[in-house]
């Protein structure tokens, strides 16, 4: 057990009230774990600066901020994948220990993807993490095996085939195997658990199956950390919070003396106004350029839209509903071997509906959700990057024409603001935002009518962001026509002219661009009217 | 020539820093540059090799007729070397080249025994040739069987089909001496044919990669295939043609190389696999920063095959030109490597870290995204 000499009384919290049994062994510290004035820097973007968290021994601690503000660095940093630039110490129960050079046994990770190798049965990964039972010469003692396995999971209410691979479990069940494994050979008393957005992939209905496990946890005295961006868990569970913007620390605060505003107002900071709007109008009087007809696949289950020339379409909802399939089944990229159905078209060049599986004959770009494995040729030069998509019109008869290429290049990243040492830098020396241009770039320079972006600011810090905002409106406000898919509500909220807002694969609601509200916008993606 | 991340905007500096592959530096600059240790180095080593060798055997090793000794015998390994390198720029490994080259050589001998006429003997052995690299393609491309196992596949079959039908003994006869054989015997001053094929061959592969939107998205395709897909590059196509042409230059080396041994062995090709495979990832190495290329391959086969020679001359052991490969080819790498690292250090993407060596799989970090959370 451990201490709780930091206890506030807090009223009607379903969860957290009822956690409050510890208090007696009073032999760790205040803390279970202090970081104090972390730093780190990526190339030119600093992710981190002078940050300074404090967990208290026994609290479910919420580290919260928007995409980019460094709350993976904070955990990169801690689980020792990164090497802090500066301010390494901390302390764990009163240990210190020097961040990304040693993790203490007590600090345990619970990964955004799990870790979990989902070919093999639970029993398999949780000898994974914590070592196989093993007998004489190295032979598994099975047996053994199997019961540590049955009492891992069983303080967690988890009832699985052991021996099955977990591709077949859900996905809580797979988040409780995870945890389960990660906190082997510790059992209870001190130490931090950190869960790295555990319900990213949980349906919203088992959400509340997680809170008990992690509640579970909290009551055999270890502290959690828990990273999140969605306000309402914050709410429902944690004790305190700690708010990142832009690498640096904003505040720690009670979660009873902050409410979800301020919260949010916290979060976003003032060097972007939560109520900024890149200057767009909607233009429901202007022609429909493309219509889509019943456009379903793996999680899309029926979608018909009709976007006119120079809006700004925002598709909003939750993991699951379809928000990220959207855009790579519009313009033709869905995973292979995903079945797609629908039809699209584009009435200003032919009211012909197409198949929608023929959309990548159309010239509709899309601006990749992940950056790293989608976007970036980490190998090529920033001017081999954005040149990509027109190789065909550089140069004549099969001859490269490098003297039309560096033109466009000069005349995209001047046109976008591209920051970079010369053309014939490696693109992987250009901050997020900056590569992030580049892909915008890459899509432009086709010259194309109609541009799909997904999370077109992952990893993008907040003054870029505000400038590729910028970017947009302006684009649209030449004639440009484009779709956003984001799960970040700021973009939506910053530069659309329309949201369609998506659950369970359907369109739900539509919002109107103008005046909307962040609360607004996220009651309509949580389905709460 | 770094390639840190500070600086103005593009707008401010137009293209005239750097190596910008868009850019028109001026020629001392340019060549200054060309000539750095972290792109040639392997000219470098040349160097050094063919002054030791001077030195080691002086009556015998720094004479013309070296010089095109080593030409002569290298050709074969440049020719093969050359085959793999555009599948390699595509991250496809093509292992069945070096049965290719046995099997056409193989063919074309039987043909001419038979009493076939040259050309329709040369042209059903290319055929040949570009069929394995249609069964190689259909294997990796259509049937998504990872290359790297899937042409190793194809490559024992090969074999094995060589064997059954030749029953594990040499074609040779009398027809293999007129026409045939002075299509890899003939030599100019000293300097026979398949060098000519080689230089040839490494012309058209540098200008297809350099100078070509046909290169670039070969690269790219082998860089990052899911960001290439995205952006219209037909990553498929590009491999299932990488393969073919593979096929087919493999052919055209596996027949070169009956005609200079004037037989159709059953194992002929074999020997060159390993030596081709070392010659392209060390090529890999110079002058184009971790890509697969024409050049590069060309000055490795000259550096490994200016060693290997070296060392016959200088009566060393056996096992030492073996051991002058293996050593050549770590060092080059890790050289290679740790440069790379100083290079893009902080970075934090670990997509450089690999090097050439990791050649499906970029390296370690690249599916950890540096700042973006999600």
Redo the contacts between chains.
């Keep these: 057990m451990g201490d709780f000499v930091t206890n506030e009384p807090r009223a009607a919290r379903p969860l957290g009230a009822a956690a409050r049994n510890g208090g007696d062994a009073a032999t760790a510290g205040e803390y279970a774990l202090r970081v104090f004035s972390l730093s780190k820097?990526?190339?030119?973007?600093r992710?981190l600066q002078n940050v300074s968290i404090d967990v208290r021994a026994g609290e479910i601690h919420a580290l919260m901020?928007q995409?980019?503000?460094?709350?993976?660095?904070v955990i990169?940093c801690l689980a020792g994948?990164?090497q802090p630039d500066g301010g390494d110490s901390a302390e764990l129960d009163g240990e210190s220990f020097n961040i990304g050079h040693a993790v203490p046994d007590g600090l345990r990770f619970v990964h955004q993807d799990l870790g979990l190798v989902l070919e093999l049965s639970a029993q398999d990964n949780l000898a994974l993490h914590g070592g196989f039972a093993k007998g004489f010469g190295g032979r598994v003692l099975w047996r053994e095996q199997e019961k540590e396995t049955h009492r891992m999971l069983e303080r967690f209410e988890v009832h699985i085939d052991i021996h099955q691979p977990l591709a077949a479990a859900t996905p809580v069940e797979r988040t409780v195997v995870a945890i389960a494994a990660a906190l082997q050979g510790w059992h209870g008393g001190g130490g931090l658990l950190v869960l790295d957005?555990p319900t990213?992939v949980l349906p919203h209905d088992e959400v509340e199956r997680l809170f008990a496990v992690v509640e579970e946890v909290r009551n055999a005295g270890t502290a959690i950390l828990y990273v999140s961006?969605r306000m309402d868990e914050i709410f429902e569970l944690a004790d305190r919070v700690t708010i990142l913007r832009g690498g640096k620390l904003v505040a720690t605060k009670d979660i009873a003396e902050i409410d979800p505003r301020a919260l949010a107002g916290l979060m976003v900071g003032e060097d972007v106004d939560p109520d900024y709007r890149a200057p767009v109008a909607g233009k429901p009087e202007a022609p429909v350029v493309l219509e889509t007809r019943n456009v379903a696949g793996r999680w899309l289950r029926g979608v018909d839209l009709q976007i006119h020339k120079g809006e700004i379409l925002g598709i909003a909802g939750l993991a699951g509903a379809g928000v990220l399939e959207l855009p790579y089944v519009l313009?033709g990229?869905a995973p292979r071997g995903d079945k797609v159905t629908g039809e699209l078209r584009l009435p200003q060049e032919s009211s012909e509906w197409r198949d929608i599986t023929e959309a990548?004959k159309l010239n509709i770009?899309?601006v990749?959700a992940?950056?790293?494995?989608?976007?970036?040729?980490?190998?090529?030069?920033?001017?081999?990057n954005l040149s990509?998509?027109i190789?065909?019109r550089?140069?004549r008869r099969?001859?490269?024409g490098?003297?039309e290429?560096?033109k466009a290049?000069?005349e995209w990243?001047?046109r976008l603001?591209?920051?970079?040492?010369?053309?014939?830098?490696?693109i992987?020396?250009?901050?997020?935002g900056n590569q992030q241009k580049v892909l915008v770039a890459?899509c432009l320079v086709s010259e194309p009518d109609i541009l799909v972006l997904c999370?077109p600011t992952?990893?993008v810090?907040i003054g870029t962001r505000v400038s590729i905002y910028d970017l947009i409106a302006r684009l649209a406000r030449e004639g440009l026509t484009v779709i956003v898919s984001s799960?970040d509500e700021g973009d939506l909220l910053a530069m659309c002219t329309r949201v369609v807002v998506l659950r369970n694969g359907r369109v739900a609601q539509e919002l109107d661009g103008d005046g909307l509200s962040q609360q607004a916008l996220v009651s309509a993606i949580e389905g709460e009217n | 020539m770094t390639?840190?991340?500070?600086?103005?905007?593009?707008?401010t500096?137009?293209?005239q820093?750097?190596?910008?592959?868009?850019?028109g530096p001026p020629l001392a600059k340019r060549l200054a540059g060309a000539m750095a240790f972290d792109k040639v180095g392997a000219v470098y080593v040349w160097i050094a090799i063919v002054i030791v060798f001077s030195v080691w055997v002086p009556e015998t090793f720094p004479t013309l007729d070296t010089a095109k000794q080593i030409l002569n015998t290298n050709a074969i390994t440049g020719l093969a070397a050359l085959a793999i390198t555009i599948p390699l720029a595509a991250r496809v490994f093509d292992l069945s080249f070096a049965y290719v080259m046995t099997l056409c050589g193989v063919i074309v001998a039987e043909l001419m025994v038979g009493g076939m006429a040259l050309v329709p003997a040369l042209l059903v052995g290319l055929g040949a040739g570009l069929l394995i690299g249609l069964i190689n393609a259909v294997v990796v491309v259509v049937a998504r069987i990872d290359s790297f196992i899937g042409t190793l596949a194809t490559g024992s079959l090969i074999q094995a089909l060589i064997t059954m039908v030749t029953d594990d003994t040499t074609v040779s006869g009398v027809e293999l001496s007129g026409g045939f054989a002075e299509i890899g015997q003939t030599d100019i001053a000293g300097i026979t044919l398949p060098v000519i094929y080689c230089a040839l061959v490494a012309v058209a592969i540098w200008y297809l990669l350099e100078?070509?939107?046909?290169?670039?998205?070969l690269?790219?395709t082998g860089?990052?295939p899911?960001?290439?897909?995205?952006?219209?590059?037909p990553v498929n196509k590009l491999r299932f043609v990488s393969l073919l042409i593979s096929g087919g230059l493999a052919g055209a080396a596996g027949i070169v190389l009956a005609s200079t041994l004037g037989s159709g062995s059953p194992t002929a090709g074999t020997p060159y696999l390993l030596p081709a495979f070392a010659a392209v990832f060390l090529g890999a190495t110079q002058l184009k920063?971790?890509?697969f290329n024409a050049g590069g391959t060309i000055i490795a086969v000259l550096l490994l095959g200016t060693g290997t020679t070296g060392l016959a001359l200088a009566a060393a052991p056996q096992w030492s030109q073996a051991m002058f490969v293996g050593i050549v080819l770590i060092a080059a790498l890790a050289v290679t490597s740790i440069q790379r690292r100083a290079?893009?250090r902080?970075?934090?993407?670990g997509?450089?870290g690999g090097g050439v060596a990791g050649t499906d799989q970029?390296g370690v970090g690249?599916?950890?995204?540096?700042?973006?959370?999600?």
Excluded: C, M, W
């Design positions: 820097t990526f190339g030119a973007t992710a901020g995409n980019g503000s460094g709350k993976s660095t990169k994948y990164h957005e990213a961006h313009t990229h990548d770009p899309l990749p992940d950056r790293q494995r989608e976007g970036v040729i980490f190998e090529f030069a920033v001017s081999e990509l998509s190789l065909d550089l140069g099969g001859k490269l490098k003297r290429e560096a290049v000069e990243s001047d603001e591209i920051k970079a040492e010369s053309p014939g830098a490696l992987s020396t250009l901050s997020g890459r999370e992952a990893g810090d799960s | 390639t840190g991340s500070s600086g103005g905007a593009l707008t500096t137009p293209p820093a750097g190596r910008a592959p868009t850019g100078h070509t939107a046909t290169g670039r998205r690269y790219a860089f990052n899911d960001a290439s897909r995205l952006a219209g590059v920063n971790g890509r290079t893009v902080g970075r934090g993407s997509v450089h970029p690249t599916s950890t995204p540096v700042t973006t959370e999600d």
